[in-house]
């Protein structure tokens, strides 16, 4: 007979007790008596038996659980452990009760265990809390009690009952998975990529946080939704691309630029990559992508090129301006002797009696169109350096890193260290010509330092008194004493290739615009080119005059 069958065995027997008992308290007969007290007694046995059995039972499944169930008074002194105890301890029982338990618990958990414990003294309260115990190798594991507060009517008491089980493989399994999600996050924040995780089993696609630019809600962001987002320009070879890769059993990787709408309507220009993990069929079972925006750096190339066109346009006017420049100097002394030479011309066909009369004509004509000649050289010299003219306040700085950028262009793979050390300084100047002047000295410098071990350029602004000086310098050659006597001057070259204006004219822009340029010999090899261009209030006030 089951136990609990027999969990009524109390009341039957009070029954017997008190027909035992007529209503004034006389005693009954004797024979039903002993019969009563027979079916008492069979009763009560039966009833042992069971509550042995019962106790029997819960100390066979204490004896095999791995958990630790015990039981504690409202003052959480441990009034019982099972078996458990000494297992995941490695103490004797008699260590865990009464305040004992306490000091099995981490220092740094305690506070916010008995704090819980505390709570859940009085009936009804409840915890369910990790904690780090120690345990019988002498390490703290991670453990988890789940408790809770009962009233015990029969003892008049509260009693906390609780399971305490042992979770440090799963919480060490957590935290290892936390830092994996996490390091997942980090690279995407790290790299600003936008990663992607494309499951085709379970027909789900995943993206990092970085989504949350292109699209309010990531739930939203289906693979069609990306599909639907290309620039329609892309949108077919990326997908004809796309799915030719996925058809190739072989094929690992997969790359390709195209242009993604933003949520403003603008197009950004993303580098796709992603690695494809193959069924062994070769059909695709997942595929894990990054989109890296290139934006920037395709503006920044635009930008790039746009300057380099501005630079060659003004380079091919500047040339043609040096050239002017030294024709009407060239031409100055000829034109100037040829003046002289028709004065005295003149002088001898008034003395002369027997020159026609036309020749003093000739000669006025012979004058006016030799000063007509010197007119048009002046005229085309002016024109072609102020018509370039577009003056504004810029920042030194910027300009120094603007035209780095674009002289660096290929030159870093030479291996040249370039260190810029550049006050912010505001000149009143044509960009596109300073950038001119700063781009060719660092270029001459590049190509100086091309067969020297040593290559290390540096470039510095300072203010000096009214005007910004810089200075190019770098670990080439130098120059010897009949060079820099003559390196501004025109078509003075030593290159191969070289044209031999790019100094002539950088001293042109550098005096158009009120500055001054020079070449220095280092002491310890190498050249420095310094100019000056007044500073922009110093423009502006010398303007207002
Ligand atoms: P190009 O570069 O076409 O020769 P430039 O007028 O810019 O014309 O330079 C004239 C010459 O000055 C160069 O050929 C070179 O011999 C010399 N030069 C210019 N810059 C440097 C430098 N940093 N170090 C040594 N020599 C230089």
Not at 432 to 450: C, K, S, T, Y
Not at 510 to 523: C, D, F, K, Q, T
Request: with cysteine.
């Amino acid at each position: 007979m089951p136990y609990l069958d027999r969990a009524d065995a109390p009341p039957q027997l009070n029954n017997a007790l008190r027909i035992l008992e007529d209503a004034q308290g006389a005693p009954l007969c004797s024979e039903d008596l002993s019969a009563l007290i027979a079916a008492a007694l069979a009763e009560l046995q039966s009833y042992e038996q069971a509550r042995r059995r019962r106790e029997h039972h819960l100390t066979c499944l204490w004896a095999c659980s791995p958990q630790l169930h015990w039981i504690a008074d409202r003052e959480n002194d441990l009034v019982w452990v099972s078996r458990a105890w000494t297992e995941l301890t490695g103490r004797p029982i008699q260590e865990a009760l009464g305040h004992g338990w306490r000091q099995f618990v981490h220092p740094d958990d305690a506070d916010q265990y008995f704090a819980a414990a505390r709570e859940a003294r009085f009936a009804s309260g409840s915890y369910d809390l990790r904690f780090r115990g120690l345990t019988a190798d002498g390490s703290y594991r991670w453990l988890r009690t789940r408790a809770v507060g009962r009233d015990d009517e029969t003892a008049g008491a509260a009693f906390v009952y609780g399971v305490t089980e042992d979770v440090h493989d799963q919480v060490v399994a957590e935290a290892a998975l936390e830092r994996l999600v996490e390091r997942s996050e980090l690279v995407g924040l790290a790299t600003n990529d936008i990663i992607w995780d494309r499951d085709f089993d379970a027909n789900q696609l995943t993206w990092s946080r970085a989504i949350g630019a292109f699209c309010e809600d990531p739930a939203e962001a289906t693979w069609t939704w990306w599909e639907n987002n290309i620039h329609p320009a892309d949108r077919e070879p990326t997908l004809a691309s796309l799915r030719a890769f996925l058809a190739d059993s072989a094929a690992p990787r997969w790359q390709l630029e195209y242009r993604f709408r933003r949520p403003d309507g603008s197009y950004a220009t993303f580098l796709d990559r992603c690695y494809v993990l193959r069924r062994d069929d070769g059909s695709p079972r997942r595929m894990i992508g990054a989109m890296t925006d290139l934006s920037a750096r395709v503006e920044a190339d635009a930008k790039i090129k746009q300057l380099q066109s501005e630079l060659i346009h003004v380079s091919r006017l500047s040339a043609m301006g040096a050239m002017a420049a030294t024709l009407a100097h060239e031409l100055n002394q000829p034109l100037a002797a040829a003046t002289n030479w028709v004065g005295v011309a003149s002088v001898l066909v008034q003395r002369s009696a027997d020159v026609p009369e036309q020749a003093g004509s000739a000669l006025d004509q012979a004058r006016a169109s030799i000063a007509r000649a010197g007119e048009i050289i002046r005229r085309i010299r002016t024109m072609l350096w102020r018509g370039n003219n577009n003056r504004e306040v810029h920042d030194i700085r910027a300009l120094i890193d603007e035209s780095l950028r674009l002289a660096l262009i290929g030159a870093t793979a030479s291996g040249i260290a370039c260190r810029v050390v550049a006050h912010s300084i505001d000149i009143f100047v044509d960009r596109v010509q300073i950038e001119q002047v700063l781009l060719n000295l660092v270029r001459n410098a590049i190509e100086a330092m091309a067969s020297q071990s040593r290559r290390e350029l540096l470039i510095t602004a300072r203010p000096n008194g009214e005007f910004a000086e810089v200075t190019v310098a770098d670990t080439g050659p130098g120059l010897d004493e009949e060079l820099q006597a003559r390196l501004f001057t025109p078509f003075v070259t030593t290159k191969d290739q070289g044209l031999g204006v790019g100094l002539s004219i950088s001293r042109t822009i550098i005096e158009e615009h009120g500055g001054s340029i020079r070449a220095i010999v280092n002491p310890d090899g190498g050249t420095t080119f310094v100019f000056t261009l007044p500073r922009a209030r110093q423009v502006s006030e010398d303007g207002a005059r």
